[in-house]
């Protein structure tokens, strides 16, 4: 069967990441959590006090680094500069920090050419805000995830607490409340659904549930290709 680009895109905390690994694992394909790069881009930022304003620095800053990422086993690991940076990227600083960054367009210009690159031989699951607008706008399935924002919120919270680090309820409603809407209102390539992209609410659906759904979607997809 011939390889296609899933395309997963949505609003913060609801379960992209998630689903794209097990689609990825299942099929056998490469994942790619574009959210990492974007939180990698800013962790380099932050740790060299580069600010989203400063164009001249950003420039040199993207010159100096490179993201890469392993998935193995349905788990991903993403490295900056050749360090593992899976967890630091997740931190609460960087959550808060990450939109001001995604929101510049030379940031984002340099993503998604490295984004495109992944995708070059298909075969291949990236989840994010603009991959079926812009990084793969001929991406062969789309997805776009909605969710009631206290259900992702609470999805969110529970991740947080389950990984060892320490938060309120309110504070990750707040801060997921707060990325969905600079992620919506940005000029550069907002957070929106692609015309052909399938809407699916995954509210009050489990895991498993989405995930055979999409999966059959896909395998429709692959077999009216062949
Ligand atoms: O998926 P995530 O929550 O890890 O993404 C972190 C931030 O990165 C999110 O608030 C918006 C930004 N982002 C983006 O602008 N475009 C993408 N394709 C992926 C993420």
Redo the contacts with the bound molecule.
């Keep these: 069967m011939k390889d296609i680009i899933v395309a997963i895109?949505g609003n913060?905390?609801t379960g992209?990441?998630t689903q794209s690994k097990k689609i990825a694992l299942f099929l056998n394909y490469k994942y790619i959590?574009?959210?990492?790069?974007?939180?990698a881009v800013?962790l380099y930022a932050i740790r060299n006090k580069i600010s989203p304003k400063n164009l001249s620095q950003i420039n040199l800053m993207l010159s100096n680094i490179k993201i890469n990422f392993n998935f193995s086993n349905g788990e991903n690991k993403t490295f900056l500069n050749g360090e593992d940076v899976e967890e630091l990227?997740?931190s609460k600083v960087i959550?808060k920090k990450?939109?001001s960054?995604?929101?510049v367009k030379k940031i984002?210009e340099f993503?998604v050419l490295k984004?495109r690159e992944f995708g070059l031989n298909k075969g291949i699951v990236?989840?994010?805000?603009?991959?079926g607008t812009?990084?793969f706008p001929k991406a062969e399935c789309k997805f776009f995830f909605k969710s009631d924002i206290n259900i992702s919120a609470n999805r969110r919270y529970k991740e947080i607490v389950e990984s060892g680090i320490k938060t309120s309820y309110e504070d990750v409603l707040r801060d997921v409340s707060k990325?969905?809407f600079?992620?919506m209102r940005?000029v550069h390539?907002p957070?929106k659904k692609a015309k052909d992209s399938l809407e699916i609410d995954v509210s009050n659906k489990s895991v498993d549930e989405i995930f055979q759904y999409l999966i059959r979607i896909i395998e429709i997809k692959r077999k009216e290709l062949n």
């Design positions: 895109d913060a905390a992209k990441s959590d574009s959210g990492a790069m974007y939180r800013t990227i997740r959550s990450v939109s960054y995604a929101k984002r993503l984004q990236m989840d994010g805000r603009d991959i812009v990084v990325r969905d600079s992620d940005r390539s957070l």
